[in-house]
């Protein structure tokens, strides 16, 4: 895979966009019979739903873009290669 294809790849890649139904809203949750567990839970579900979560992830830390790229093609290297296994599985090779 050439320069260009990646980044051809990576432009075409959307940005990170929450979801609009949570994009106004301020998200709270109600303590009931003091059940705190199931409020956290609850909470822990809205963040994921907003994609709260993996914004603040993804915000930790600078990525330069060729660490993006270098990651990429880790990702896709690693799926070439669980491809082959299976279908050396599905061959009866393995």
Same mark, same amino acid.
């Given at each position: 895979?050439?320069? !260009?294809?990646?980044?051809? +790849?990576?432009? *075409?890649?959307?940005?990170? $966009?929450?979801?609009?139904?949570?994009t106004s809203q301020h998200i709270s949750?109600?303590?009931?019979?003091?059940?705190?567990?199931?409020?956290?839970? &609850?909470?822990?579900?809205?963040?994921?739903?907003?994609?709260?979560?993996?914004?603040? $992830?993804?915000?930790? !830390? !600078?990525?330069?873009?060729?660490?993006? $790229?270098?990651? !990429?093609? &880790?990702?896709? $290297?690693? *799926?070439?290669?669980?491809?082959?296994? +299976?279908?050396?599985?599905?061959?009866?090779?393995?």
């Amino acid at each position: 895979m050439t320069n !260009y294809q990646i980044l051809y +790849i990576l432009r *075409q890649m959307k940005p990170f $966009k929450p979801r609009a139904e949570f994009t106004s809203q301020h998200i709270s949750i109600d303590v009931r019979d003091g059940d705190a567990m199931k409020a956290w839970r &609850k909470m822990k579900k809205k963040l994921t739903n907003a994609r709260i979560l993996e914004e603040v $992830k993804e915000r930790r !830390y !600078y990525l330069k873009p060729s660490e993006i $790229k270098r990651e !990429y093609n &880790k990702r896709l $290297k690693r *799926q070439a290669a669980k491809n082959r296994r +299976i279908q050396m599985l599905k061959d009866g090779l393995l």
